[in-house]
Nanobody, 126 residues
Framework: QVQLAESGGGLVQAGGSLKLSCTIP????????VGWFRQIPGKEREYVAG????????YYADSVKGRFAISRDNAKQTVYLQTNNLTPEDTAVYYC???????????????????WGQGTQVTVSS
């Protein structure tokens, strides 16, 4: 079974940066719609950024536009989330998600994805 492997979280001061990684094993890397979500206790999982299938389009939540950037390395089958100018409001567990059946209208919906990583904690201190 395909599993997603995340890394890169940690503790950083406000204004700092972290680069999160998500490796998607298998031979069909480009078939996946990939997204990054985040969640804080008591709240629903929130869409942060992602790629459409074949990496044709990138999507960002308004709250991270201009600060976060999603990228990929096809050879490593890895998707990255570069987070810059972090604020305490960015503190959350960040999850990588992937799915082959995600349609564009549901690309920001957590329930549309069927593969998830274990999550990586990002904590931003003020």
């Amino acid at each position: 079974q395909v599993q997603l492997a995340e890394s890169g979280g940690g503790l950083v001061q406000a204004g700092g940066s972290l680069k999160l990684s998500c490796t998607i094993p298998g031979r069909t890397f480009s078939r996946y719609v990939v997204g990054w979500f985040r969640q804080i206790p008591g709240k629903e999982r929130e869409y942060v950024a992602g790629f459409a299938r074949n990496f044709a389009t990138t999507y960002y939540a308004d709250s991270v536009k201009g600060r976060f950037a999603i990228s990929r390395d096809n050879a490593k089958q890895t998707v990255y989330l570069q987070t810059n100018n972090l604020t305490p409001e960015d503190t959350a567990v960040y999850y990588c998600a992937a799915g082959t059946g995600v349609i564009t209208s549901r690309i920001r919906v957590a329930a549309a994805y069927d593969l998830w990583g274990q999550g990586t904690q990002v904590t931003v201190s003020s």
